[in-house]
């Protein structure tokens, strides 16, 4: 499919007065890293590609939809409740797509959000796999990863916990394409669909390593330290942001310069598949040298850094192109009731 080429930069100047949020986030993010890197501290888990890698997933995906995949996605975003502050002050012609690009951080951004209760980093209870649409106020931060385990020196390896990212994207995706579920539960759905889809592609959300340093295994990095205490910069945390920072126009400009997935690789819609290849770059790349097998700290070398960028790039590009593909089914020659 030809892409529906978009303009670098959307049209108006409400676009970008109504971008002040996005910013905001990204200010923040960066002024994080800098912290870290000095040594005063930060998150002990983050667990996402970063807001600025989840947008540029959404903005290769938004390149590739069809006119009607395009509308259908964008009537069932304004049912999300976010959605009046994604787009005040945004110029009417940009709407849709700002909608979709921020969509694709709600997942992540409802962690910080009064009403949403984090119930933990494993699935117990309740309403761990439940889909219930916006009505649902718990985090479900375990959506957001699966955790493989693989061990290089034979440390004995737990099974897989259940729900996980791959569970749920199977089960949001099956309902986003059946017409006959609320839209309201669609459009929780879709959100977590474009979130999700970014975090399978990001080799250290399909992975958790143990050693006999780390028998407990390392939680996808999250255990791995780039820099000494009282610093906690996190292996996880550096592959989140590998891609860099910016705001929604950045990640429509660099959605246009990433590398062209193979054909092939655009078509496997086949989640086990892709769970296999983040596994296998987490062990050929993120797992490299100057990594080591216990907790660290590890000085990264100009060389690791640029490997994980170019990763990184290739990852997101294909993200982005097998959404447009699987959205592209779900929405085909249907209609969107909203009720």
């Known amino acids: 499919m030809t892409p529906q080429q978009l303009p670098v930069t959307p049209s108006g100047q409400g676009w970008r007065r109504g971008m002040h949020h996005a ?21 002990a888990t983050v667990r996402a590609w970063d807001d600025f890698g989840h947008m540029t997933v959404a903005a290769v995906a938004w390149q590739h939809l069809t006119p009607a995949a395009r509308t259908q996605a964008s009537r069932l975003l304004h049912l999300n409740p976010d959605y009046p502050r994604w787009v005040s002050a945004v110029a009417p012609a940009d709407r849709d797509v700002t909608a979709f690009l921020l969509a694709a951080t709600w997942p992540d951004a409802i962690k910080h959000e009064a009403g949403y209760r984090n119930e933990g980093e494993r699935p117990e209870g309740a309403g ?42 199977e089960d949001f995706r099956r309902v986003l394409a059946d ?10 759905d879709l959100t977590w669909v474009l979130h999700l889809i970014g ?33 906690r910069l996190q292996l996880h945390y550096f592959w989140d942001a590998a891609l860099g920072h910016g705001t929604p126009a950045d990640a429509l400009a660099l959605s246009q310069q990433l590398p062209p997935p193979a054909a092939r690789r655009i078509a496997d819609l086949r989640i086990q598949d892709w769970l296999d290849e983040s596994g296998r770059l987490a062990r050929e790349v993120a797992y490299q040298s100057p990594i080591g097998s216990g907790a660290g700290p590890y000085l990264l070398t100009p060389a690791y850094r640029h490997a994980a960028q170019d990763v990184a790039r290739h990852q997101v590009a294909l993200a982005g192109r097998r959404l447009a593909v699987l959205l592209n089914n779900a929405f085909a020659d249907r209609h969107i009731i909203v009720r």
């Open 199 to 231: 975090d399978i592609h990001q080799p250290l959300h399909a992975v958790s390593r143990f050693t006999h340093e780390l028998p407990a295994g390392d939680l996808g990095g999250n255990r791995i330290r780039l820099c000494a205490p009282p610093c």
């Open 179 to 188: 017409p006959g579920v609320p839209a309201a539960t669609r459009s929780y």
């Open 128 to 169: 761990a796999d439940q889909n219930i649409g916006y009505e649902d106020r718990q985090e479900h931060r375990y959506w957001h990863f699966v955790d493989v385990p693989f061990s290089a020196d034979g440390t004995t390896l737990p099974g897989v916990p259940t729900p996980n990212a791959a569970t749920r994207l």
């Open 23 to 43: 910013r905001a986030r990204v200010r923040a993010r960066r002024a994080l890293v800098i912290l870290m890197w000095m040594g005063l501290g930060g998150p």
